[in-house]
T-cell receptor, first 115, second 112 residues
Framework: GAVVSQHPSWVICKSGTSVKIECRSLDFQATTMFWYRQFPKQSLMLMAT?????????EQGVEKDKFLINHASLTLSTLTVTSAHPEDSSFYIC???????????FGEGSRLTVL | GENVEQHPSTLSVQEGDSAVIKCTYSDSASNYFPWYKQELGKGPQLIID?????GEKKDQRIAVTLNKTAKHFSLHITETQPEDSAVYFCAASIYTGNQFYFGTGTSLTVIP
C-alpha cells in the first residue's frame, strides 16, 4: 500500500509553546488529507479536512486558531498546535486519500505531551 | 449524514479460531468500505477494502463481506494468530468523496 510519513512520532513540549507535525505522502499524490485526534481506547476523532491549496475545513468544536493546518502541496500537510497546554496532550494522526482513487492511508501518528 | 456502527467493542478468541467483526451503515450512497488494523501506539493500517460492486473479497486469512440491501459489512479473520491482536476499525465512504465515517473500533485479543 501507499506510504504516509508522519513526524515527529513523539514530542514533549512546555506549556505555551507551539509544535508542528508534518504529514507526507511518499509515493502518491494526496488531494485530501485529514487530521485526527485519538484519546486512549477511543475511536478516531476527525479534527479537520485539508485540500491542497485551500483552507482547511474544521470540525465543530475544533479551534482553527489553535490547530493550524497547512496543505502546501499534493504531498505535504502540517498541523501546528499553537500555545499548547496540557489538555492538548494526545495522539494525533494524519491520513491521505490517494488522488483520483478512493483509498485512505494513515501516518504512524504523533504522540504529543505538553508539560 | 452517514452513521457507522461496529460490534462487538471487544472480542477474545483462542488462537486458531475465527473472528468476525460486524459493521452497519445508514447511507445507501456509501460505496467503499475499508477496514483498518491499529496496533498500540501506531496509526491505523489499511488491511482490506471492498467496493459496493462486489459482495466478498478475500486476502489470505482475511475476508470482507458486504450486504448492500441490509447495509452491513463484516470482517472475517480465520486461523487467528497472536499478532492479529489489535484494534480494528471499519469505515464507510463514497469512493471519490472526501468523507470517511469510522466505526468505534473492536479490540481483538487472540489468546495463545
Amino acid at each position: 500500500g501507499a506510504v504516509v510519513s508522519q513526524h515527529p512520532s513523539w514530542v514533549i513540549c512546555k506549556s505555551g509553546t507551539s509544535v508542528k507535525i508534518e504529514c507526507r505522502s511518499l509515493d502518491f499524490q494526496a488531494t485530501t488529507m485529514f487530521w485526527y485526534r485519538q484519546f486512549p481506547k477511543q475511536s478516531l476523532m476527525l479534527m479537520a479536512t485539508s485540500n491542497e491549496g485551500s483552507k482547511a475545513t474544521y470540525e465543530q468544536g475544533v479551534e482553527k486558531d489553535k490547530f493550524l493546518i497547512n496543505h502546501a502541496s499534493l504531498t505535504l500537510s502540517t498541523l501546528t498546535v499553537t500555545s499548547a497546554h496540557p489538555e492538548d496532550s494526545s495522539f494525533y494522526i494524519c491520513s491521505a486519500r490517494v488522488r483520483q482513487r478512493g483509498e485512505l492511508f494513515f501516518g504512524e501518528g504523533s504522540r504529543l505531551t505538553v508539560l | 449524514g452517514e452513521n457507522v456502527e461496529q460490534h462487538p467493542s471487544t472480542l477474545s478468541v483462542q488462537e486458531g479460531d475465527s473472528a468476525v467483526i460486524k459493521c452497519t451503515y445508514s447511507d445507501s450512497a456509501s460505496n467503499y468500505f475499508p477496514w483498518y488494523k491499529q496496533e498500540l501506539g501506531k496509526g491505523p493500517q489499511l488491511i482490506i477494502d471492498i467496493r459496493s460492486n462486489v459482495g466478498e473479497k478475500k486476502d489470505q486469512r482475511i475476508a470482507v463481506t458486504l450486504n448492500k440491501t441490509a447495509k452491513h459489512f463484516s470482517l472475517h479473520i480465520t486461523e487467528t494468530q497472536p499478532e492479529d491482536s489489535a484494534v480494528y476499525f471499519c469505515a464507510a465512504s463514497i469512493y471519490t468523496g472526501n468523507q470517511f465515517y469510522f466505526g468505534t473500533g473492536t479490540s481483538l485479543t487472540v489468546i495463545p
